[in-house]
Nanobody, 124 residues
Framework: VQLQASGGGLVQAGRSLTLSCAAS????????VGWFRQAPGKERQFVSA????????LYADSVKGRFTLSRDSAKNTVWLQMNSLKPEDTAVYFC??????????????????WGQGTQVTVSS
């Protein structure tokens, strides 16, 4: 399984940005895609997750109400719509895939496959 994340960039605070994550290879009919982020000097943290089959989502408290995760199951692609961005959202964002996941989970150890990361920088 390969994951290709894209869409990062530099934006001003309050603006929006959309990240995408496309999965290819031997995926399953039921998996979970998660987004995580890592700021300089900090540990990687959970952002959001979505299940392929039902579209069930989970969000970190820090992004709830601002970020929206959606998916196109036929295209094996998910999008993370990030609105009202804040400087503290600045980080490298990674998408990851839990091949056997039937539930959206924030546990990093559940995700077997990881994308390369895309930089998001929010200026104040």
């Amino acid at each position: 399984v390969q994951l290709q994340a894209s869409g990062g960039g530099l934006v001003q605070a309050g603006r929006s940005l959309t990240l995408s994550c496309a999965a290819s290879g031997r995926t399953s009919s039921s998996y979970t895609v998660g987004w995580f982020r890592q700021a300089p000097g900090k540990e990687r943290q959970f952002v959001s997750a979505i299940t392929r089959r039902s579209g069930s989502t989970l969000y970190a408290d820090s992004v709830k109400g601002r970020f929206t995760l959606s998916r196109d199951s036929a295209k094996n692609t998910v999008w993370l719509q990030m609105n009202s961005l804040k400087p503290e959202d600045t980080a490298v964002y990674f998408c990851a895939l839990d091949l056997s996941g039937q539930y959206a989970t924030r546990a990093q150890e559940n995700y077997e496959y990881w994308g390369q990361g895309t930089q998001v920088t929010v200026s104040s």
